[in-house]
């Protein structure tokens, strides 16, 4: 498994601002991903973070909205841009790793999630 | 695109077995199928993955029949702890994508 850190963990954001979310990963890790979790809802992917190239992202998102940096294979950021009250969500980064020998495939690792509300 | 359904909820007693299915009738032939857990405001947690049959591990099992259009989550002898949201993830067979069930509340009364 691996051990993934958010920042921050909550935050509360005025409409119209631009929050940042890092990801920090103790272990260098070839897939990250950012996802969006509205209240009671499941998860939502928004994106996959590429190291070294731009993010692909899902049908709905866009990169003005979710602009997203990978500068290395352990570090990731997610920004939600303009913000209005329906960007309230929470939003996860998750990791890939790979599979060992005696595994069956790759998993998928989520961090703690950042909850943001947007008044 | 994958569908999945999962019961919104459920309710049981500590020292029962629950048993959770997710209906997936059109998913990725080569992806294997997870089952996470989720606490309040926290994130998913890794449960077990599967391909076919069934996989057991120290904290569940996980049945999956040859057809694979579903999957069921089994935990034995629950206790109030395992209160949370169970999801399944199954991969989409068009574009790789990996698609989250809509997610089981499970109630663990004492």
Known sequence: ?119 | LAKTTQPISMDSYEGQEVNITCSHNNIATNDYITWYQQFPSQGPRFIIQGYKTKVTNEVASLFIPADRKSSTLSLPRVSLSDTAVYYCLVGDPEGGKLIFGQGTELSVKP
């Open chain 1, 1 to 119: 498994s691996a051990v993934i850190s958010q920042k921050p963990s909550r935050d509360i954001c005025q409409r119209g601002t631009s929050l940042t979310i890092q990801c920090q990963v103790d272990s260098q890790v070839t897939m990250m991903f950012w996802y969006r979790q509205q209240p009671g809802q499941s998860l939502t992917l928004i994106a996959t973070a590429n190291q070294g190239s731009e993010a692909t992202y899902e049908s709905g998102f866009v990169i003005d909205k979710f602009p997203i940096s990978r500068p290395n294979l352990t570090f990731s950021t997610l920004t939600v841009s303009n913000m209005s009250p329906e960007d309230s969500s929470i939003y996860l980064c998750s990791v890939e790793i790979l599979a060992g020998v005696y595994e069956g495939t790759d998993t998928q690792y989520f961090g703690p999630g950042t909850r943001l509300t947007v008044l």
